[in-house]
């Protein structure tokens, strides 16, 4: 059995750990290398596209790969569209594995946006120090903002166009509520914008934004493909893949 992890998430290298030497002959984890030093699963690993949907199945038919866990991030649409197409395609079984999204609780102040642009869009009726933590790429949708200042944080450089009075922070969480809290005071930050990404590793930023007054726009994610079985953590991932495998072997659930 070959299994096909679509991965560059702390899920997704969780299910490796668990599934790594539990009977499951073959493991690769695919990472997209959008990341320049991504922490590696155990197991194959390959980096890179596959060009496309019929890269894809291509590789699946030619790798023959017998299930494909699609644990990207909740904002990678493309890539689970292309697996959802590849599924289909070539008849193997897939599974999707979503960390729940954050749910708002008593004194937050937030704002939902369908899309970057629609973020962008809000920004001047909420603030002019905005702390920008949608990663590094689609910086254009706020390039014309010019009266705002921008606190943008990713784990690589970001990708040009950016706003024209930016502050590039480069750090990859987990970070701390302390931290946040801190980096909040220091920039005078005002307006926070964050992708509904879920998850512990980067949700501090919105107890403190939170604590600290300050609004909050959320990109609202987009839906898993239709028809595709959805899981919330990287346990019951590997309980359905040990489910395809026959049940031979079970790997340590904490």
């Known amino acids: 059995m070959h ?6 998430t702390s899920e997704a290298r969780r299910l490796a750990e668990l599934l790594h030497g539990t009977g499951v002959p073959r493991l690769t984890s695919s ?11 155990p197991g194959e ?8 949907v019929d890269g894809l199945v291509a590789w699946v038919r030619d790798h023959g790969v017998d299930a494909i866990v699609d644990a990207t991030h909740p904002f990678a649409e493309t890539m689970s569209f292309h697996a959802a197409r590849a599924a289909a395609v070539t008849h193997v079984p897939l599974l999707a594995l979503r960390r729940p999204g ?8 937030w704002h939902g946006a369908g899309s970057l642009e ?21 910086l254009a949708a706020f390039a014309g903002l010019d009266d705002l200042w921008f606190l943008v944080r990713s784990v690589d450089a970001p990708e040009p166009p950016c706003p024209r009075q930016t502050e590039t922070l480069l750090a990859r969480g987990p970070f701390t509520l302390d931290g946040e809290r801190e980096l ?5 930050v005002d307006v926070v914008v964050t992708k509904d990404s879920g998850g512990a590793a980067t949700a501090p930023k919105l107890t403190a934004a939170r604590e600290a007054g300050v609004p909050v726009v959320v990109i609202r994610r987009p839906p898993v493909p239709e028809g595709v079985p959805v899981v919330p953590d990287p346990e019951r991932a590997a309980r359905w ?12 659930l904490g």
């Open 31 to 41: 990472l997209a290398g959008r990341v320049s030093s991504p922490r590696l699963p």
């Open 118 to 138: 629609e973020a962008a869009a809000l920004l001047p009726a909420l603030g002019r120090r905005v702390f920008l933590t949608t990663g590094r790429m689609g």
């Open 3 to 8: 299994v096909l992890i679509l991965g560059g």
């Open 102 to 109: 954050w749910v708002p609780v008593r004194g937050d102040r």
């Open 45 to 52: 690993v390959r980096v890179g596209g596959f060009g496309g």
């Open 184 to 188: 909040i005071r220091r920039h005078r």
């Open 241 to 252: 893949v040990l489910d395809r495998l026959g049940g031979r072997s079970s790997p340590t």
